[in-house]
């Protein structure tokens, strides 16, 4: 099955400053790659996702990347702010189910 | 709309008890999910269903079992409980296979005593 790995577990910033996550997946046949914020005692909740046949894709200051040869993806939040502070976690689907990762705890200092 | 419902929203147990979580969804969404949340680490599959009579084993099947006898309802079902089953239940749904979103509910805390 697919196993999705995610790095960092933990990310401190301060608040003005960019935050980079990064996912690395195993099954070369999954072809959509979601992330999920989760803020504390919330459900998770998407808040950019891309596909296969995509390279890059943006929405306001939040941007996520996929370099399907080597089989990893990124999240950028760029001018992070306060409400930024959560957990992410990202994603990728082969067949009919969505993997994983373990998440990250994202901390936006003030 | 109410989107995915989840009831109870907590729930301690004591050990060898059986429950059923409920999960309803008020989108005409086909397929459905249920995932456990660990502290501190990412949402495991427990079981899933792509349509009315359909279910399907996920990454940690054991200890659960599933129904979907209408599009609406997915209810979990867990017997015997064990301390290792304490954990934040999510139930989703989702369109189709091609339509990635997933809608969570608001989870329920399950405690094993």
């Known amino acids: 099955g697919e196993n999705v790995e995610q790095h960092p577990s933990t990310l401190s910033v301060q608040e003005g400053d960019s935050a980079v996550i990064k996912c690395t997946y195993s099954?070369?046949?999954?072809?959509?790659f979601p992330w999920y914020k989760q803020e504390l005692g919330k459900r998770p909740q998407l808040i950019i996702d891309?596909?296969?046949?995509?390279g890059e894709k943006k929405d306001q200051r939040i941007a996520v990347t996929l370099n399907k040869t080597a089989k990893h993806f990124s999240l950028h939040i760029t001018e992070t702010q306060p409400e930024d502070s959560a957990v992410y976690f990202c994603a990728a689907k082969s067949a009919r189910q969505l993997t994983f990762g373990s998440g990250t705890q994202l901390t936006v200092l003030p | 709309n109410a989107g995915v419902t989840q009831t109870p929203k907590f729930r301690i147990l004591k050990i060898g008890q059986s429950m059923t979580l409920q999960c309803a969804q008020d989108?005409?969404?086909?397929?459905m999910y249920w995932y456990r949340q660990d502290p501190g680490m990412g949402l495991k599959l427990i079981y899933y269903s792509v349509g009315a009579g359909i279910t399907d084993k996920g990454e940690v099947p054991n200890g659960y079992n599933v129904s979907r006898s209408t599009t609406e309802d997915f209810p979990l079902r867990l017997e015997l409980a064990a301390p290792s089953q304490t954990s934040v239940y999510f139930c989703?749904?989702?369109?189709?296979?091609?339509?990635?979103?997933?809608?969570f509910g608001e989870g329920s805390r399950l405690t094993v005593l």
């Open positions: 989108m005409n969404h086909n397929y």
């Open positions: 099954d070369s046949a999954s072809n959509y």
């Open positions: 989703a749904s989702s369109f189709g296979p091609n339509t990635g979103e997933l809608f």
């Open positions: 891309i596909r296969s046949n995509v």
